[in-house]
């Protein structure tokens, strides 16, 4: 099933619109403003975002930038009233991939899902990333060698998904915290490092795979 992050203000339009996406057969997380979507997306990552552009709290641009700080494949789609060009430019710029004007029918914002969704490289490829010698099932949250899977937690699967997903690129600490411990308190530098140990064990069948931990600043994982 689908998995679609909506995050509207306006409840009454919200209703209507999760009720008839869910009617379809999607699976639908309603947000009411950006804090609420971005705390979401950092509990259990959608397959696709629909952005209400004008919001309190966090407006749909603001998310749109902080989502793709961290992740730049997940197909993220504005809805809104603002129908200049510049603000159509602007949302395209930010990193939305699609831009869908109110009033709109329900018929048509499906047809654009679907759209992106076909064309995105989670669908293409599923949830499964080849890590040299090693599968990474991220729905499932296991890690296969040679047949065997070991189960992961969910922020250790979602994180070796970051390192891979900017493999040969450093990560800052503070990104990864933030988009994984960001509620927190109790997490700390030395905490990550553990994950990140715990990970690289994980991985150690495989002498291609290494996560460098560049000091000072982050991480980074290479497969030779």
Known sequence: MIDILYVEDE??????????????GFRVV??????EALASFNNARPDIMVVDVMMPVMDGFTLATKIREMDTLLPIIFLTAKVQT?????GFRLGGDDYVKKPFK???LIVRIESLLKNSPKMLFGQKLM?????????KHQL???GEALKLSFRESELLRKLYEQKDKVIPREEIMR???S?????????????????????????????????GVGYMLTVD
């Open 144 to 146: 296969i060698y040679q």
């Open 179 to 181: 988009a994984y411990w």
């Open 86 to 90: 510049e603000d159509v430019v602007r």
């Open 183 to 215: 509620h927190d308190k109790y997490f700390t530098g030395r905490s990550l490092d553990v994950f990140i140990s715990r990970i690289r064990k994980y991985l150690s069948q495989d002498p291609r795979i290494k996560i460098t931990n560049v000091r």
């Open 30 to 35: 309603h947000c009411s403003n950006g804090d």
């Open 131 to 139: 890590i040299g010698d090693y599968m990474l099932d991220s729905l």
């Open 11 to 24: 409840p009454s339009l919200a209703m209507i619109v999760a009720d008839s996406l869910e009617a379809n």
């Open 106 to 108: 329900i018929e048509e």
